[in-house]
């Protein structure tokens, strides 16, 4: 952060760790869905192929590592629009 940060009047600092408490909440949630409730789902996503493997497996090995990879760049880029909406950006 920035050494004028703590210039910042304290409502901006709210709205501004509001909307990032905000944004981090829903990163894990998706993540959560990703890493726990997918896996949970294998036996019925199974009967579904795609590309030729059982939707399950696809999700599990394939689906999840690229949910992951987009939520980090996804919260990455929201983060800094939250930063530079404040004035806290670098």
Known sequence: MSADYREI???VRDRYWAKTRNLTVVILVLWFIFSIVVPLMVRPLNE????GFPLGFYMTCQGSLI????????QNWRQD??????GVGD
Do not use: K, R
């Open 48 to 51: 579904i192929t795609f590309m």
């Open 67 to 74: 949910a992951f990879v987009l939520l980090v760049f996804f």
């Open 81 to 86: 629009q939250i930063d530079d909406e404040f």
């Open 9 to 11: 009047p304290q409502d």
